[in-house]
């Protein structure tokens, strides 16, 4: 199979309407400059016998091109497929981007998935047009980039933190990539400053529209005290990653969220980034969700009111499985509260807070091990929650980017206590599933109840069913819909 993107014709246009839209859908490379773009990029339109389409900048890159210095094709946001496809390759993606090729190897991501080395890579070439080590390899060096421009951190340290084995590797791969020297990139950022150690300050870019008031609203009325905190239009928390700890600040401006990290170790980058990236669905295609919902009878006027509305993510899956079990029987400010009290007991303090974040949320291990008597103490319903910590702990569900969304869910559905709600919730902002839907939910009752809608469970069956692929996002414009 070809690895470039088939549909020349499709492709050729939507690059001359320059819609960004499609930025980070497919990318544009010109064979007379072995240039790649993306869609949007202002430079004049190239013949077309000198054009060919990827459908990622890391097979452009394999493909022998370099990325364009004017549209930066490399920040562009991503495909949702990464995020919401549930098959072996949308796993494979998203745990590239959490950085297991550079810990575990090839092999590891392999193992993950449940098949060989050779099955893998021949998997990726024809879906994705680029090995596993070139996806990497593309990551690592959008990694690098983003040290170079946003600290003052030597190459050497640079080169270390963004995966490289070397100097002279890190090096080349600049040169290759960006035509340009590490120190050349430098010279050329306006953002490269002298951060205190640890610190890394840079644009998240997003497709538009983007209703940013009502995403940091959903995390506002949800943020656990000592754990998250939002104000002055700024989201905080703090964030367990592999090589350590990391607090990070989300403050969404015109077309891309500000986004500072503060990092025990620089090798986290990219999965930090990843993962604010899901948090706040910056790949969403908000315009296809807006033409698919805004036709509706029902919620058709609230979408064409907000059509950026986004679907919250999460940072780390286990800490929102174990926030739904703590949530499924209350409201959002109980759930808040016991949630709270949860992190104050186990949650380990941070070295450095960051105004009111204070603690992590706990780990699913302490949780596991935790005495029964702390629970009761804090009014907790002990039993599904310390089960559920229990297995995942020990690998029997898991919640994360390479996991299978069908087999964890049936796993968590069989732990006694745990019901639809609180599968479809996860579903929903565990693994991305745009098509999810919290079934019996009272806000969902609450907001179809104002627009006049009947809310037996027959009729809600019916009603939801005109909305798919899209009803996670038919949920939130009703979520939404109750604070305005």
């Not at 496809?85 to 959490?98: F, K, P, S, T």
């Not at 529209?209 to 949800?222: H, I, N, S």
Request: glycine share 8%.
């Amino acid at each position: 199979m070809s690895h470039i993107v088939e549909d020349f014709e499709s492709c050729y246009r939507l690059s001359c309407s320059r819609d960004p839209r499609y930025d980070g859908i497919f990318f544009i490379a010109v064979t007379s400059t072995r240039l790649y773009c993306r869609p949007s990029c202002p430079a004049r339109i190239a013949k077309r016998s000198n054009v060919c389409f990827y459908p990622t900048a890391a097979a452009a890159q394999s493909a022998g091109f370099r990325a364009c210095k004017r549209c930066r094709p490399d920040a562009s946001p991503g495909s949702p497929d990464w995020n919401w496809r549930a098959d072996r390759v949308g796993r494979a993606m998203r745990l590239i981007g959490d950085g297991t090729v550079d810990r575990e190897g090839v092999s590891g991501l392999a193992k993950r998935l449940g098949f060989s080395d050779r099955h893998l890579r021949r998997l990726l070439s024809e879906e994705v047009g680029a090995s596993p080590v070139a996806l990497a390899r593309a990551q690592r060096a959008n990694t690098a980039r983003l040290l170079i421009e946003s600290t003052a951190m030597s190459f050497a340290d640079a080169a270390l933190a963004a995966g490289f084995h070397s100097v002279r590797q890190f090096n080349a791969t600049i040169k290759d990539v960006f035509d340009l020297t590490p120190g050349e990139m430098r010279h050329r950022s306006d953002r490269a400053c002298s951060r205190s150690p640890g610190v890394v300050e840079l644009r998240l870019n997003c497709r538009e529209p983007f209703d940013a008031a009502a995403l940091l609203r959903f995390l506002e009325v949800r943020a656990v005290p000592g754990l998250e905190d939002v104000s002055g239009g700024t989201y905080r928390r703090a964030l367990t990653l592999a090589h350590g700890i990391g607090i990070v600040e989300l403050t969404p401006e015109v077309r891309s969220v500000r986004c500072v990290l503060l990092l025990d170790d620089f090798r986290d980058l990219a999965a930090a980034v990843a993962r604010c990236r899901r948090l706040l669905d910056l790949d969403a295609d908000p315009l296809a969700i807006a033409g698919a919902l805004g036709r509706d009878k029902v919620i058709g006027g609230l979408v064409r009111a907000r059509p950026g509305l986004r679907v919250p993510g999460c940072v780390d899956g286990d800490e929102l499985a174990l926030r739904a079990v703590l949530g499924q029987r209350a409201s959002l400010r109980a759930a808040r509260t016991q949630t709270a009290c949860l992190v104050e007991t186990f949650g380990a303090p941070l070295r450095q807070p960051l105004g009111t974040v204070t603690r992590l949320f706990p780990s699913a291990a302490v949780l596991a091990e935790a005495d029964p008597s702390a629970f009761a103490g804090l009014g907790l319903r002990r039993a599904p929650l310390q089960t559920l910590a229990a297995q995942l702990t020990n690998g029997e569900v898991r919640v994360d980017a390479g996991s299978d969304p069908i087999e964890a869910l049936t796993r968590l559905l069989a732990i006694r206590g745990i019901g639809p709600w609180t599968a479809a919730y996860v579903a929903m902002r565990g693994f991305h599933d745009p098509d999810a839907f919290p079934n019996g939910d009272a806000g969902l009752r609450r907001a179809l109840e104002v627009l006049g809608c009947p809310v037996d469970p027959r009729s809600v069956a019916k009603l939801q069913q005109r909305w798919r692929p899209w009803r996670a996002y038919a949920v939130v414009q009703l979520w939404t819909s109750l604070d305005h």
